[in-house]
């Protein structure tokens, strides 16, 4: 029995270590960013982990940057509208390949994934060239396009695992208590698949606001262009400068909103699952 | 309330025919069962009534009107599932009120009838619960109250009670019945489980991969089966089947023969045909007086079951030159092999019989059935006997 205890102990203990050390390893580089963001000038160059005195200059000085206001908003808007998109669009497709018999449905959920695996900077080059030509060079619709186009098989496979397991008598029981097929779908089973539904929601969203390859091909001004490709033509202060304080703030404030939506998601998927759960 | 009529209707999947030309109607305010072995087509005819599945072929009819195009949400018919299928998001009572704003009611009318079901089917206290916080028993009736709150024209219920435990299925199965006595709305109900069929049916059908069999009064299928697999399938024990002959005045089985007056040994035609006789537990005695129409013949009881109301006691019968028997695999009656075949016997439970004994078992010739072999018809029965 104490043999049993200890055993168990010990193996709270490991896990708790290891867990401590992955944590760690994963965030130095946040931390060090962070840190960066809130030193001085002067004092980046200090080898230190933390700063001998806390400023927030980089971050007046990034605020002050129209190009980056710009980019922000710019971000919100296209990882927005994609993942809204891509999740609508998803749910449809997810819901058709799952309950409607009809030829092909393999092939559709086969080539979904086939797009999913396809290497993007393989179709940069032709992008760029097509964009151009019809206008969705440097537009929101411009990168909005591939963002759905590279997320929706993620969204339609995440979206089809889940509508798989929910028990399809509610449907029926929906259409017999008088519903229509749409409002059995948005009353019955869309609520149910409300976890599956925020889990396709983060990655698109994580997808669109991170992505740096399309923003910095398919961009020029700050018409369209997103955080991450703006980052890179920050400048310093002066020609003598390295921007590097500006790029580290520009971070922190990028990171911010991709873990704040984590965090209320990921309430919403525990919550959800449990209430999935349920038998009957 | 509604008279539903069933006009030959079929059903097709890709390659498989899972209903055949079911022609019968359920009449306004019946306590309809659909009963017969999984596979039989039964819970395919409950959803082509509620429209969850399309009619291939044939008509379905409700008082009149013919309902074949009719979305399932304009039937007006409320479906117990299996499952219960309640909804796991919402509440009892948003479960239960969940039709009724479908159906656009107004609030206060909502609410009256949310609490009168609530109320019929001691729901109150739950009504705030959620699906997943309530015993199976409690499921099954906020199920029952999703389907009454809609006053509906007709109860289709899809094995209501399977997913119970046994004691519990007998006091829900004694609920509805209650319910439907008190509602009077036409109920359809499928089943596998004929004891279910028999105790809430006012008339029952038989199915059997996908062809109606017979439809009668539980007491017409059980006293008069027309065919070998509704003998099997209805009652419990089953009935007792063994291999039989025609012969000059007599039907041989064999642990002896019977003597049969002509007029009704005639029915069983002249054909030279394998027949199986069947006859009822409680129909082999272990008393009485020694009458011509009565076979008597030993038997060694090898278990017995006492029940107290009942007593079971089963024996072995050599079938000595008789060919083996083929029944419906279905039936799932598995009570011998090709030498013996075990028959069981209801008796008196006054009677101390133990396992080992000897005893004499009497048989009648007026309680026996004779069914064709091949065909499985009842040979005993007049041909007039045809409801439908």
Redo the contacts between chains.
């Keep these: 029995m104490a043999g049993g205890a200890d055993h168990g102990r010990m193996e709270r203990w490991c896990w708790g270590a290891g867990s401590v050390v992955v944590i760690v390893y994963a965030l130095i580089p946040v931390a060090w960013i962070l840190s960066l963001s809130l030193k001085r000038s002067a004092d980046l160059g200090d080898n230190r982990l933390f700063p001998q005195v806390v400023s927030l200059e980089h971050y007046a000085a990034v605020f002050r940057d129209p190009q980056f206001s710009a980019a922000l908003w710019n971000s919100l808007g296209i990882a927005g509208i994609s993942t809204l998109v891509a999740v609508l669009l998803g749910m449809f497709a997810a819901y058709a390949v799952v309950r409607l018999e009809f030829p092909g449905r393999r092939v559709i959920l086969a080539a979904a994934l086939s797009i999913a695996m396809f290497p993007p900077v393989s179709i940069i080059g032709p992008l760029f060239n097509i964009w151009r030509t019809v206008g969705l060079y440097d537009t929101w619709a411009g990168l909005i396009l591939p963002y759905i186009t590279f997320t929706l098989p993620l969204a339609i496979w995440i979206l089809s695992a889940f509508f798989r397991e929910i028990?399809w008598?509610?449907d029926?029981?929906?259409?017999?208590?008088?519903?229509?097929p749409l409002?059995a779908f948005v009353?019955?089973i869309a609520?149910?698949a409300a976890p599956a539904v925020f889990t396709a929601a983060i990655l698109v969203f994580m997808f669109a606001w991170n992505d740096f390859l399309f923003a910095i091909s398919l961009t020029s001004t700050n018409d369209a262009r997103t955080v991450p490709a703006a980052i890179a033509f920050f400048t310093g202060s002066s020609r003598f400068q390295q921007p590097t304080g500006s790029i580290a703030a520009a971070s922190v404030v990028v990171t911010l909103p991709i873990i704040i939506v984590v965090l209320i998601f990921q309430r919403r998927i525990v919550a959800g699952l449990t209430?999935?759960a349920?038998?009957? | 309330m509604s008279e539903i009529e069933l006009r030959k209707v079929s059903k097709r999947f890709t390659g498989a025919t899972a209903v055949k030309r079911a022609n019968f109607t359920i009449r306004d305010g019946e306590f309809f069962i659909l009963v017969g072995p999984s596979g039989c087509g039964k819970s395919t005819l409950l959803n082509m009534i509620v429209g969850l599945e399309d009619v291939s072929e044939g008509e379905i009819r409700i008082d009149g009107q013919r309902v074949n195009e009719l979305d399932p949400k304009d039937r007006n018919m409320a479906m117990v599932f299996q499952s219960y299928a309640l909804y796991p998001h919402m509440s009892v009572r948003e479960n239960m009120a969940f039709p009724l704003k479908l159906a656009k009611l107004s609030n206060p009318e909502i609410d009256r009838r949310v609490a009168r079901a609530a109320q019929i089917l001691e729901l109150d206290e739950y009504l705030d619960r959620r699906p997943r916080a309530l015993s199976g028993g409690q499921r099954q009736r906020v199920a029952m109250g999703r389907a009454i709150v809609r006053e509906p024209r007709a109860f289709l219920l899809d094995e209501p009670l399977s997913n119970l435990d046994a004691k519990l299925r007998v006091q829900m199965r004694t609920e509805i019945a209650r319910l439907h006595n008190r509602l009077g709305t036409t109920t359809v109900y499928v089943t596998h489980d004929q004891t279910e069929a028999m105790t809430l049916g006012d008339r029952i059908a038989v199915l059997r991969k996908g062809e109606v069999l017979q439809i009668g009064t539980p007491r017409e299928l059980y006293e008069r089966p027309r065919n070998l697999f509704v003998a099997g399938f209805i009652g419990s024990p089953a009935m007792n089947f063994l291999p039989a002959r025609r012969a000059e005045g007599r039907l041989e089985l064999p642990p002896g023969a019977l003597e049969i007056p002509a007029y009704n040994a005639k029915r069983w035609g002249t054909g030279q045909g394998p027949l199986i006789a069947g006859f009822r537990p409680e129909h082999l005695r272990v008393i009485g007086e020694r009458d011509v129409s009565v076979l008597w013949f030993a038997a060694r009881a090898e278990v017995v079951e006492w029940l107290g109301a009942d007593l079971f006691v089963y024996f072995d019968v050599a079938l000595k030159g008789f060919g083996e028997m083929d029944l419906p695999e279905d039936l799932d009656i598995q009570r011998g092999d090709t030498a013996r075949h075990t028959l069981v016997a209801r008796i008196d439970p006054a009677h101390a019989v133990q396992e080992g004994d000897s005893l004499r078992v009497g048989l009648d010739w007026r309680d026996v059935h004779v069914f064709d072999a091949a065909s499985g018809q009842n040979l005993t029965l007049s041909n007039a006997v045809n409801e439908h």
């Design positions: 028990p008598d509610l029926k029981a929906a259409r017999v208590d008088g519903a229509t409002k009353f019955v609520p149910l209430a999935g349920v038998k009957g």
